[in-house]
């Protein structure tokens, strides 16, 4: 466990830079019992912000693995929503979010694949409502990473636990800049960085954008009212914040007819406790025709198999390598740091607010051009090895990324 006055300072830049929490304004923290350090942290700075109210959410995620295993048959698909009602509650009383995304990536390991599917379904038919009103931003939210100790075991193996714990604080912190000598200086840089290069990509408003490397050649269309977004976002109650940290992205939305050509992972993911390595998807008229992953191709397409727009694409996003994340040579299993480390793509749900609307309904982004699904999967298709190309609708392709920087 770092420093007190290290967490602290992880706190703080949370809370301002990130959630940008306003005085007065009640938060709604979640993580695990392992993170508890750094919950009480962000409780103390944001009582210290001037916060109306903390509520935690403290959850421990082999309970969630107990109940793919244990429950009866009949049962699996039964999800009470009482937690997400509460949430809902809270966004309607104007409460910040933040989550601290700390769970074991190998904690459903060896669970039974179609049990497992059943369950994640289950569970994401019942936070849809929730998930909506996160995706349309009704109010300002964070996610996080927190060191716990199941998460450090799977990125270092071979260490013991205390080593692994100690060597992935580390690699958060320097993924989030904490270890700058100003930090909120270097974020505001970076920041303005981000907006800059997503007002020049709306400036341009290409067609498509092309994607080429090993295993890759791509074309993405995007949607006719796609919009470049940066780290920085817009909440409804008006609030100014960063969704994410760390965050290295600029990225919108794809028209979900019409993606062609063929792509290549460059990065491992995590799909619900499995590594899948080495996917090769072809696509033609936007669909996935053929999809294929050297390990962990089950759980892919098990995931895949959710609904209709599960194998379109709801977001692209350009990443320049290296980066901080990057940097690190670490591959974390976990979505919000992999995704910063190299561009990528999602299959399912676009984000409504790469459409220029700020509603997360189903008919709202259809009627933008939007790819509607339950499902969002990140996977990193970018490297210094691949390059990206704006296509302007005369045909001329405009450089945009050379070997994974930009030009």
Known sequence: MPEPQKLDRYAELALTVGLNLQEGQPLLLSGSAESLPLLRALTRAAYDMGASAVVAEIRDPLLDRIGVEEVREQFLD????????ARLRAIEEGAALLSLLDDDPNLLQGTDQARL???MQ???RVRRPYLEQVGAHRVNWLAIGGAAGGWARAVFPDLNADEAVERLWQAIFATVRLDEPDPAAAWKEHLRLLE????????EHFSALVFRGPGTDLRVGLAPRHVWKSAVAEAQNGVRFVPNLPTEEVFTAPDPNRVEGVVSSTRPLNVGGTLVEGIRAEFA???AVSLHAERGEEALRGLLATDAGALRLGEVALVETPNPVYATGLLFKNTLYDENAASHIAFGRAYPDTLGINSGA??????AGGNVSMVHLDWMIGSPEVSVWGLRESGEEVPLMAEGRWL
Not at 78 to 85: G, N, R
Not at 362 to 367: F, I, K, S, T, V
């Open 78 to 85: 039964y999800v009470p929503d009482w937690s997400v009602q």
């Open 117 to 119: 599917q059943r369950r």
């Open 122 to 124: 289950a569970t994401m």
């Open 196 to 203: 800059e290069r997503a007002a020049a990509l709306n400036r």
């Open 285 to 287: 008229a936007g669909e």
């Open 362 to 367: 189903d008919d709202a982004l259809r009627a």
